[in-house]
């Protein structure tokens, strides 16, 4: 039994949060990951989001400053350097989408599912991936406004940093431009129950 998927589900469960950043990732392992993450499924297979793929540093470093969590300013602000990565993914409700189906769940299992699919496409390319859902929305969504137009609704359920550690620390040590300031605990895999019927 080939357990490839297995291998790289171990990858992708930790948070990356240093970067070398200034390395470009080629631009047909952008496409695969794309190609890759935007082929799951979604609910009838309608159009509830869209993705905005970023290279482009000077918007990484914008779109940084709003991954926050408000109610905890102190303590996350500047601090989620995993959307610091080479190629930064987020999601957004598609401006097209019709009824509720752009909400709850239909929206955060679409999206769920896409972003696994691109951490484990990065993973198998070699990068390493950190998820992010401290976001400032109203700041990040202004911010992409700016460069891809208005977005009607309101939430951006995901951010995903993909690309090429900083070889000079472990994974959870925080990191810009190669300057260490500080670390986020890391937890072992839950003990996720299992009920197997046979």
Known sequence: MNKKILSLAGIVSHCQRNWNEWEKIPEEHVNYIIETCTAMPTKQQKEV??????????????LFETAYE????????????????NLLLVWIPSNSAKGTD??????GIAVG????AAALAGAEL??????????NEEKSKKILESYIGKIEKKEIPLMLGIGIPDEKFAYNIMAIN????????SYDKPNRKVYRLA
């Open 49 to 62: 989001y869209s993705l905005v793929a970023i290279t482009d540093r000077k918007i990484i470093m914008e």
């Open 70 to 85: 408000e109610k905890d300013y102190a303590r996350t602000f500047k601090r989620n350097t995993q959307v610091l990565a």
């Open 102 to 107: 752009t909400y709850g769940e239909s929206l």
């Open 113 to 116: 599912m896409s972003a696994a």
């Open 126 to 135: 070699g990068y390493r991936t950190g998820y992010c859902r401290c976001i």
């Open 178 to 185: 190669g300057a260490r300031f500080g670390h986020k605990i």
